[in-house]
């Protein structure tokens, strides 16, 4: 499975993006999706999840500003990221889970300043 993510950039603080992960295969619809982010000098952390049911679980710290959501029928999964903080700024990366087998993408910048 390959899966390539888009959509980061810079926005200024208090603005939204729109982060996409489109896989390969047809089985997406059976996998769980999750994004991660890395910041600088930090571990990568779960920022959500979605299940193969649509199922979502949030991190603490994007509860209410993020939404994760995927369609199935063009295999991608999305990351809605609202009222983006300076703190949000990393390399974001999407995560399939087929089974026992994980997936990543490449990752994708998402800078937050002004």
């Known amino acids: 499975v390959q899966l390539q993510a888009s959509g980061g950039g810079l926005v200024q603080p208090g603005g939204s993006l729109r982060l996409s992960c489109a896989a390969s295969r047809s089985t997406f619809s059976l996998a769980n999706m999750a994004w991660y982010r890395q910041a600088p000098g930090k571990q990568r952390e779960l920022v959500a999840t979605?299940?193969?049911?649509?199922?979502?679980n949030y991190a603490d710290s994007v509860k209410g500003r993020f939404t994760i959501s995927r369609d199935n029928a063009k295999n991608t999964a999305y990351l809605q990221m609202n009222s983006l903080k300076p703190e949000d700024t990393a390399v974001y990366f999407c995560?399939?889970?087929?089974?026992?087998?994980?997936?990543w993408g490449q990752g994708t910048l998402v800078t937050v300043s002004s």
């Open positions: 995560n399939l889970v087929l089974g026992s087998l994980h997936y």
């Open positions: 979605i299940g193969s049911g649509g199922n979502t």
